[in-house]
């Protein structure tokens, strides 16, 4: 059972705009930034989003975060099939003494 | 560029220990908050633990389900991050990634990972 709350699964058309949300608490995303991370078929996760809603260099604009209050979300629009992915987010956790919490991860498919 | 290669999995049965290794390149490892995070087959990423940097106190910090029995440490000198694994249990295997860790306004994140190491506790 994950302490950060994510639907186990998405999708959407190529061209579409899909969201994935992401559900904590007070101690966590209320109180703390949220990262994403973008894991491939395969491979090891990648920094996506930091800081609520920021891009490392290299990440394409067509990926946007955002929080308020307790939840966050990922948004990527004009989809494509190299999205597909598992995606997680993760916030620092003020009640386990600033552990990082993730969330179970979402499995975007591409249709 | 950042690289980190982790290095030690394997098979052990439940019980033993294991040691993994993490080689870090193209970052001032000493001044890097590292962690450890885990990612059982099949399942989502749990963070194990994290160890700061030696000027920010050196301290360890690790997740409850392996408290009292993992313990992260750094050699400065090799740009080497450990995890000592003890009294592994079946549930503990999972591949094992290394992350150097970056701040921004509410703490220290996973930013950049490693190819992970499998580790698999097996009788």
């Known amino acids: 059972q994950s302490v950060l709350t994510q639907p186990p699964s998405a999708s959407g058309t190529p061209g579409q705009r899909v969201t994935i949300s992401c559900s904590g608490s007070s101690s966590n995303i209320g109180s703390n930034t949220v990262n994403w991370y973008q894991q491939l078929p395969g491979t090891a996760p990648k920094l996506l989003i930091y800081?609520?809603?920021q891009r490392p260099s290299g990440v394409p604009d067509r990926f946007s975060g955002s929080k308020s209050g307790t939840s966050a979300s990922l948004a990527i629009s004009g989809l494509q099939s190299e999205d597909e992915a598992d995606y997680y987010c993760a916030a620092w956790d003020d009640s386990l003494n600033g552990h990082v919490v993730f969330g179970g991860g979402t499995k975007l498919t591409v249709l | 560029e950042v690289q980190l290669v982790e290095s030690g999995g394997g098979l052990v049965k439940p019980g033993g220990s294991l040691r993994l290794s993490c080689a870090a390149s193209?970052?001032?490892?000493?001044?890097?908050?590292m962690s450890w995070v885990r990612q059982a087959p099949g399942k989502g990423l749990e963070w194990v633990g994290r160890?700061?940097?030696?000027?920010?106190?050196?301290?360890?910090d690790y997740a409850a389900p392996v408290k009292g029995r993992f313990t992260i440490s750094r050699d400065d000198s090799k740009n080497t991050l450990y995890l000592q694994m003890n009294s592994l249990k079946t549930e503990d295997t999972a591949v094992y990634y290394c992350?150097?860790?970056?701040?921004?306004?509410?703490?220290?994140?996973?930013?950049?990972w490693g190819q992970g190491t499998l580790v698999t506790v097996s009788s």
């Open positions: 160890i700061k940097s030696k000027t920010d106190g050196g301290t360890t």
């Open positions: 800081s609520n809603n």
């Open positions: 992350t150097t860790d970056l701040p921004d306004s509410s703490g220290y994140y996973p930013s950049y």
């Open positions: 193209g970052f001032t490892f000493s001044n890097a908050w």
